[in-house]
């Protein structure tokens, strides 16, 4: 009996000294499916799908549900897929590639001999693989265990396409054409003859003598091996094509924009298939009886070569979630996919989803509502206003929407709008502002039926954010000038930046009299006098590149860009990691709160949440700073761009910027720095438009990454 008691006394005591969140964490709820996939391949009865941000992740039953498979698998920009026995690669840009011998239960890095890690292809001839990157061209004929060059001509310009045709091995290049080889790599001779000069070949395919090259000029036919080339494009309404595939007679075209085409004449004349897809296709594959596309919107199967597509997502959580809306027990999420082309500039995709049940199941809610860039969302009663982008500025494709019934349906809400980029929303009473790209802050006080432009003091159009204390109405500026305060509903900005040691502003909070601004690369700054004087608030914060704030009572979330989330107690005097459940690196866009939980939007992984009762127990932590690249933003851009990065050790660090060519245009930095968060501003006003390469190198590692200049 007394043993007995000693062991109750024992269970209480440790149930009473046990924190009561100990176990808590952040959980990715189901969804929104789809998102950028990039490319796809079979093997056995699996399917795998590669994400530009999410890893790898397997269907067992034809797609008719997903998992992720990323265990081992360190860089989740899966480029291409390759096959030999059981054996499945996953090439990587910036991991280079991985070997699953397991259908992806587990992966392991196979780079011995790389010198590149951007692995843009991935192909399988017999027994050997070839990969290939902007050091040339790699093969390795014992899986992966090591890698030697074949080919040196072209070191400097991204080798992008590979093909195995009539006794030869041909491989496409940014900007160079092909290039092919009847030695295996040996000797090279450059046969483009016919190609339109300077042309990017994004996918190369052969059916018996006949060599075919997708471009972003369109599609061009070899019948010489390649000697001379000529267009074919007859009913190809999309001039850039970018993957290309076999299957029996049929040769497919994933196009830029517009779906899938088929050709039962080597090229002769082209049709569309299946017009429920019309989306940019980067990567088509066949196995069996199936045609799979890989697209900006998720995976897409034919059973009957393209006469028919079905959308097979379901557990696909990809999505890129821009903007987040609570309103009672709804919640709305909107996306935004960008994936920029190599010749076209990339496109942009999206919509609004609506959740019931806190996350358990996302229903698109799109009808009226253009494919586009869902930059934010506000909610004034039963109206739901969204503000969204198509990559240009015509007001049927960009501007404001309007639904008045949760999403069921929408309309255009432009009347007045000058500029239709809108990235922020703010409501002031019955006042709806809404902040544009370019076109500065615009008033509707009458649920988006007419606007008119409130700009009177702004010396930066570029708005990125807005919020509302008291009656102050706060514009944050895309580098440059603000944040600029409002007394009088916008009718008059003045510039409020005392303090401020970074003035791209992103994110705005309010406790109490606390204003906090969160800026894109200098964290979070506190004012307590309504802006006249900023204070850095940052003690505990492993990066500063930010995009997201949120306040529940007295505690603060800040979304850091490849930092998962971090809390504050104490008005940001310190900071602590919370991101128990949840990657360190996830890149966090936005944050919004419901009365019981913490949603978080990501790049690439969908929508999370966590309860908001766990969060004022999070202990204090500090994450490890770790050596990366961050993508530039804004990409595109024009003229300028800021480039961060973290360094995890003091050391001399070289960043430099390459043009297409592989010619070093401007180095950036060269110097010895600190280690932790730094960035740069990139000045492109002289050059023309095009894919630049940045490259960040230390003693010990190395990083690359592409940003679009678009004039």
Not at 131 to 157: C, K, L, M, Y
Not at 303 to 316: D, F, H, I, K
Request: glycine share 14%; net charge neutral; hydrophobic share 35%.
């Amino acid at each position: 009996m007394r043993k007995n008691l000693l062991l109750v006394v024992s269970i209480l005591s440790l149930m009473c000294i046990t924190p009561p969140h100990a176990n808590a964490q952040w959980v990715q709820t189901n969804g929104p499916y789809g998102g950028a996939v990039l490319c796809s391949v079979a093997s056995g009865t699996e399917l795998f799908a590669g994400t530009d941000g999410s890893g790898v992740f397997v269907s067992t039953n034809n797609g008719t549900s997903w998992t992720a498979a990323n265990t081992g698998l360190t860089n989740p920009h899966v480029r291409a897929f390759a096959v030999i026995d059981t054996n499945v690669f996953a090439g990587t840009y910036g991991g280079g590639v991985f070997i699953s011998t397991n259908n992806g239960a587990s992966w392991s890095e196979v780079n011995n001999g790389l010198t590149n890690r951007n692995a843009m292809f991935l192909t399988v001839s017999g027994t050997t693989l070839f990969t290939g990157s902007r050091d040339g061209v790699f093969v390795s004929n014992n899986n992966g265990t090591s890698w030697s060059q074949i080919n040196t001509s072209v070191a400097g310009h991204t080798v992008s396409a590979f093909v195995a045709s009539s006794g030869y091995i041909y491989i496409g290049t940014e900007y160079l054409g092909v290039f092919r080889s009847g030695d295996y790599g040996t000797s090279w001779d450059q046969v483009s003859s016919g190609l339109l000069s300077a042309s990017t070949v994004t996918s190369l395919a052969g059916i018996g003598t006949n060599l075919f090259a997708g471009t972003g000029s369109g599609l061009y036919l070899s019948s010489n091996l390649g000697s001379s080339w000529k267009k074919v494009n007859s009913g190809l309404e999309q001039s850039t094509v970018y993957s290309l595939a076999v299957n029996g007679t049929y040769l497919f075209a994933g196009t830029f924009e517009g779906g899938v085409y088929r050709s039962s004449d080597n090229g002769g004349s082209w049709h569309p298939t299946d017009t429920s897809l019309i989306s940019t296709v980067y990567g088509l594959s066949t196995s069996s009886t199936r045609l799979v596309a890989s697209t900006l919107e998720g995976v897409f199967l034919s059973s009957n070569n393209g006469e028919n597509w079905t959308a097979v997502n379901t557990g696909l959580t990809t999505s890129a979630v821009r903007t987040i809306a609570v309103s009672g027990s709804n919640v709305f999420a909107g996306t935004g996919h960008y994936f920029g082309g190599r010749q076209s500039g990339g496109a942009f995709r999206g919509g609004v989803f609506l959740s019931t049940n806190n996350g358990a199941s996302w229903t698109p809610v799109n009808n009226g509502l253009p494919n586009a860039y869902v930059y934010a969302l506000a909610v004034i009663g039963k109206n739901l206003f969204a503000g969204i982008y198509n990559g240009d500025f015509r007001s049927d494709h960009s501007g404001v929407y309007l639904s008045t019934n949760n999403g069921a349906s929408w309309s255009a809400a432009n009347t007045g709008l000058t500029n239709t980029w809108i990235r922020a929303f703010a409501v002031s009473g019955s006042n709806l502002f809404a902040g544009s790209w370019g076109g500065g802050v615009s008033l509707s006080t009458d649920n988006g039926t007419s606007w008119s432009s409130v700009n009177t003091g702004l010396t930066n159009y570029g708005i990125y954010a807005l919020g509302v204390s008291g009656s102050n109405l706060f514009a944050g500026s895309f580098w440059g000038g603000g944040p600029f305060r409002s007394t009088n509903s916008g009718t008059s900005w003045t510039a409020v930046n005392n303090g401020l040691t970074n003035d791209d502003i992103r994110a705005f909070a309010v406790i109490g009299s606390n204003l906090f601004a969160g800026s894109g690369f200098g964290g979070v700054f506190l004012s307590t006098d309504n802006g006249t004087n900023w204070t850095s608030v940052n003690r505990g914060l492993a990066d500063t590149t930010l995009l997201a704030l949120a306040v529940s009572g007295n505690n603060l979330f800040c979304g850091i860009y490849g930092g998962g989330v971090f809390l504050s107690t104490n008005y940001g005097t310190s900071w602590s990691a919370a991101n128990n459940g949840m990657a360190s690196n996830t890149y966090v866009v936005c944050l919004e709160v419901s009365s019981t939980y913490l949603f978080a939007g990501t790049e690439g992984a969908g929508v999370w949440k966590r309860p908001l009762s766990e969060m004022s127990s999070v202990s204090s932590s500090v994450l490890p700073v770790t050596f990366k690249l961050n993508q530039n933003y804004p990409n595109p851009f024009n003229p300028s761009t800021e480039i961060s990065f973290v360094l995890n050790a003091r050391g001399v660090a070289t960043l430099e910027v390459f043009d297409m060519l592989g010619r070093r245009i401007q180095t950036l930095v060269n110097e010895a720095m600190d280690a932790g968060p730094h960035s740069v501003k990139f000045d492109a006003g002289n050059l023309a438009s095009g894919i630049y390469t940045v490259s960040l190198s230390t003693s010990g590692s190395h990083r690359e990454m592409k940003m679009i200049l678009s004039k």
